[in-house]
């Protein structure tokens, strides 16, 4: 299955603090981090639609990826989702919820 995300790249000069304002500001906006299909990833299921935030330290940067995961209603296709980029208005509540939390993240990290 191709995976729809929206990735941003920023720039991190100290990974270590930035690690520490991340998982802060994923803490404070309710996004709990889960093992995802070996994944690690940051879930907030305030709403129907999941919001979803990974990210990544890679040379001098930070790579995060947002994405929203919606279920179908059939209880026999419980299991299987679909990922949704950030952008569109279908799921609008988890998308804006993701991209103020990347937001916040991009202000906050040095």
């Known amino acids: 299955m191709a995976l729809s995300r929206t990735n941003y790249v920023f ?3 100290d990974d ?21 299909n070996g994944e690690s990833i940051y879930l907030n299921t305030r ?17 995060i990826e947002g994405w929203v995961k919606t279920f179908p209603l059939a209880p026999i296709n419980r299991k299987k989702f679909k990922e949704h980029e950030l952008k569109g208005f279908s799921a609008g509540a988890p998308k804006k919820l993701c991209r103020k939390t990347i937001e916040r993240i991009e202000k906050s990290i040095v």
């Open 11 to 13: 720039k991190s000069t």
């Open 16 to 36: 270590v603090k930035n690690e520490v304002l991340i998982k802060k500001i994923l803490n404070n906006d309710e996004f709990e981090q889960i093992d995802d």
């Open 47 to 63: 709403f129907d639609a999941h919001a979803c935030i990974k990210y990544e330290f890679s040379g001098d940067g930070i790579k």
